[in-house]
Structures are given as structure tokens and as C-alpha cells.
């Protein structure tokens, strides 16, 4: 089905057809054609079988350009951390953000630079430049976080007993 525009539109596809924009993490643009008219549309919803694991019903959202929509998009690390550097590991906690937009404006992706992400810090929803989209999801929780790995936490302790001996 696909909804959000001037009327309903109910169809009927092969699952096949669908494949390449179910079984991805990717958000992808889809341009459903029915009865001869082209509808350009993201995929909002999806239902499998509890059985069979088969899709069974699928739902679009028509891209309308004066509208705006909500979707999931995936985020995007880019960038080598200090931290990471300096001998900590980065870990991802969030995959995608909700974010509120007009059509024109959605991308694949929302690009993060952690080049700046130190040892033991974080990088907050709030500071992710999402330019002419408003972010849904609240702005204090972590996107990702540079740790001290098992060797350095080790370290320190080993250097502060030494510390403590003299």
C-alpha cells in the first residue's frame, strides 16, 4: 500500500520484487509504478509471516515535496577518533536518528565526524549537524563513545600502584 499523497493506492507485487529494499540497512528511494502512474515513496513499514519468515505485507510513503516526513536514516561514521589513537576502541550505540524533513532534504546517510572524540568521551545526538532536518530523538543520549581497552585500564592501574609506592 502506499499512503501520504492525494489517495491510497493498494497493489499487489511479487515478494522478489521487493527484495533489495527490504533486506538492507540502507535507506533507499523507491519509485513504485501502478496503473501507470509513477509514485516516489520510502519504505515505512514492513510485516513478515510469524510462520514462514515471508513478507506478507509491505507500506510506502508517498514522497509529497510541500510535506514533511519522518524516517529513520542511518548514520554515517567518518573520521579516525583521538581517542581510538590513543589506544582506546570506539563504540557505536546508535545505527540511524529519527529525523523530521521535507522530501528534497532526505539523503542515504547522515555523515559523523568523530576525528575529535577523545578517550572516555561521547558524542551526544545533539551534536550531530543534521542541516534542515529536525532530529526526533532526544538530544542527550550517546551516539557513540571511545573506551579504555582492558591493556590501557590495566596500565593506568599498574602506574597508579607505582605512584603510590614512592
Not at 111 to 118: C, H, Q, R
Amino acid at each position: 500500500m502506499i499512503y501520504g499523497g492525494e489517495k491510497e493506492v493498494h497493489f499487489s507485487a511479487p515478494t522478489l520484487a521487493f527484495r533489495p529494499l527490504v533486506y538492507t540497512p540502507e535507506f533507499q528511494f523507491a519509485e513504485v509504478t501502478v496503473g501507470g502512474a509513477m509514485y516516489k515513496c520510502i519504505l515505512k513499514d514492513k510485516q513478515f509471516d510469524v510462520v514462514t519468515d515471508e513478507l506478507n505485507h509491505i507500506d510506502f510513503l508517498e514522497l509529497v515535496e510541500d510535506k514533511k516526513v519522518t524516517a529513520n536514516l542511518p548514520l554515517k561514521y567518518v573520521g579516525l577518533p583521538a581517542g581510538v589513537k590513543a589506544g582506546g576502541r570506539l563504540e557505536t550505540k546508535m545505527k540511524t536518528l529519527k529525523v523530521r524533513t521535507l522530501p528534497k532534504y532526505l539523503k542515504e546517510a547522515i555523515e559523523v565526524d568523530i576525528t575529535n572524540l577523545e578517550l572516555n568521551s561521547n558524542m551526544r545526538v545533539q551534536d550531530v549537524i543534521a542541516e534542515n532536518m529536525e532530529v526526533m530523538n532526544s538530544p542527550r543520549v550517546p551516539i557513540a563513545s571511545i573506551v579504555l581497552t582492558r591493556a590501557l585500564k590495566q596500565e593506568a592501574t599498574e602506574e597508579a600502584k607505582a605512584g603510590k609506592g614512592k
